[in-house]
């Protein structure tokens, strides 16, 4: 029962390491985010993209690590908790894959060219849009945290 209790917490103890790095992660860019949405001079086009190109840069960093390492560890948790988490998650995944989507698109955007003031300033627009979407998204993943791996963190304590 001890060694049980001591693997549950190697294997489930790394997603909660995980899970705080992607945390910070979301914070920086929260910060990029907010540093941009503060602009208003749309002239000053060559220090607004150079933000902008941070800004993705940190949005495709977030969103790729939730895809391919938090989310895989959370489901893998659920899987093996077997207390309904999966079905849960098939809910909220999908409706987290459609701000992928969003953010995606909206890094597209700058493909690796230079805007013109018209074409920051339309998406400066989406910008505003792209952060109400990230706002839902946040709330998604807390709570798939929350119901995936804080909720498990009794019964490892247990085991």
């Known amino acids: ?3 049980n209790c001591r693997n549950a917490r190697e294997r489930w103890g790394g997603v909660s390491e995980l899970i705080d790095r992607w945390l910070k992660e979301r914070q920086e860019l929260l910060v990029h985010y907010c540093e941009l949405s503060g602009e208003s001079d749309f002239s000053q086009t060559e220090v607004l ?41 098939a809910k909220v995944y ?33 910008l ?10 946040f709330e998604m993943e807390d709570f798939l945290i929350e119901h995936l791996h804080n909720a498990h963190a009794g019964k490892m304590a247990s085991a």
């Open 1 to 3: 029962m001890l060694e």
């Open 94 to 126: 999908p409706r987290i894959e459609q701000t992928t989507e969003v953010a995606l698109n909206f890094n597209d955007r700058l493909d690796g060219r230079i805007l013109t003031e018209a074409e920051l300033r339309a998406l400066f627009g989406e």
């Open 128 to 137: 505003s849009k792209l952060g109400e979407i990230l706002e839902g998204r």
């Open 49 to 89: 993209q150079e933000k902008c190109v941070r800004f993705c840069e940190v949005l495709v960093d977030y969103v790729s690590a939730g895809h391919f390492e938090v989310y895989e560890q959370l489901i893998q948790e659920a899987r093996e908790f077997n207390d309904g988490g999966l079905e849960l998650a």
